[in-house]
């Protein structure tokens, strides 16, 4: 061996390591992150959700059906809400767990995690993307279609829609900026404002979301690649 080829080998050798010392140290302290922010998201989606259910904290209309189909279909719940948080437990309790670099089988973890992070951005888009038609669509509600010229008489229906229920027509187009519209709907009281608040949120949240979920992702292929222990 010719001299100084093993002390170069053996320096490269340290600077590896040492390489994916500090990436796994950076990969244990983002699921520590992730996983709480995670955690308080998809809470937060469920409850925005199962407050559509029951506008104006009555049960009323939810037992006559006199909700919008989007929050029927509830995104909230297990787009944005149950799949992220299976996701967020798993990542938080890793994060956590291999902190102090016990054996928790990080590169497997690390994996699963990945796994579910991909099921936790789909389920956030799903929300992300119903959410956005609840709020284009606008809301269910009991309005007199005579006075708009959608028919004869007082109705439940979806007032900011065309006939045909297919495309937003200009008041549809029109109604989330000029608060004047909303009182089109009589029933239930402040309709139009709690659908609007509600979506807005879910939004909003369900984003978050799949920036979040993107991000571990990529945290969990790391992972699989250095492990989440800090001092491995």
């Known amino acids: 061996m010719p001299p100084g080829q093993g002390s170069s080998k053996g320096w490269t050798l340290l600077a590896s390591c040492g ?3 500090r990436v796994a140290m950076c990969v244990g302290k983002c699921s520590r992150i992730v996983g709480p922010c995670l955690l308080a998201l998809g809470t ?5 959700n199962i407050l559509l259910l029951f506008p104006g904290g009555t049960s009323k209309y939810l037992v006559e059906g006199h909700i919008s189909k989007q929050a029927r279909a509830m995104p ?4 944005g809400g149950i799949t992220v948080l299976l996701a967020a437990t798993h990542i ?3 994060g956590w767990r291999c902190a102090g670099c016990s054996d928790c089988g990080t590169r497997r973890n690390a994996f699963v995690s990945a796994v579910l992070s991909k099921l936790a951005l789909l389920g956030a ?5 119903l959410s956005g038609v609840g709020l284009t669509d606008g ?6 279609a005579s006075e708009h010229g959608r028919g004869h008489g007082i109705l439940w229906d979806y007032p900011f829609l065309d006939a045909g229920g297919k495309e937003p027509d200009t008041r549809a187009q029109n109604y989330l900026y000029d608060r004047r519209t909303w009182s089109t709907c009589l029933e ?3 309709i139009v404002a709690w659908n609007v608040v509600l979506f807005s949120l879910l939004l909003l949240v369900s984003a978050t979301e799949m920036v979040l979920a993107s991000l571990q992702i990529l945290n ?6 250095c492990g989440f222990c800090e001092g491995k």
């Open 92 to 94: 938080t309790a890793v």
């Open 139 to 144: 809301p269910l509600c009991f309005y007199n």
């Open 44 to 48: 937060l989606s469920v409850a925005a």
């Open 76 to 79: 909230g719940v297990w787009g």
């Open 125 to 129: 888009a799903a929300c992300f993307v």
């Open 220 to 225: 969990g292929c790391l992972g699989c690649l």
């Open 19 to 21: 390489i994916t010392s």
């Open 188 to 190: 239930p009281e402040g």
